[in-house]
């Protein structure tokens, strides 16, 4: 069994479909405080470092067992993207979003003991329609809230596929974590049969 250090219900859904027997911590770190301490890095790089935070954070209060650290993030236009603080913050990202390539970064990273043992990231790249004033409120009708919880503001398991109209990547790292990669380090480590 491993420690998902997150409470992401898109994460734990990855896990269970897979058949990986978890359970969860959510990690408790500044992540704004661990981005701005970073720099002027790629976003990639960003994605990696909390996912490692994250893993690092909760593997020191939980001796011997492996934790999982996952993050993801969005970048585009030469700016990156966090959740949306607000409806009113989504509309600006989605009107930001028109038109343009949008990638999403994400990483896990595998930690025991405070020790990180494994670190891997993966984009995927979503070319957004142009999206029109009217399509924004209505999608934001119908997807608010529960996109507030959504990097990108969409859950490309429901209605906000409509959002794109080419996607390049795994349909893991969309949901928010390089499933597959994670899967090949846990077979590696024996924790899931070869």
Known sequence: MIVLASKSASRRA??????IPFRCQP?????RAIEAGLG????????LALAEAKALAVSRGTPQELVLGSDSLVSCGGRRFDKPASRKDAAEHLRFFSGRVMELHSAATLAR???????????????VATLSEAFIARYLDAEWPEVSACV??????????QLFEAIEGDHFTILGMPLLRVQSALRRMGVLPQ
């Open 14 to 19: 990855m896990l269970e479909a897979a058949a």
């Open 27 to 31: 990690a408790d770190v500044d992540e």
């Open 40 to 47: 002027a890095v790629e976003p990639g790089q960003v994605a």
């Open 113 to 127: 003991d405070g020790v990180a043992l494994w670190s891997e990231g993966a984009v995927a790249r979503l070319r």
């Open 152 to 161: 990108g503001v969409f859950r490309i398991e429901g209605r906000g596929v």
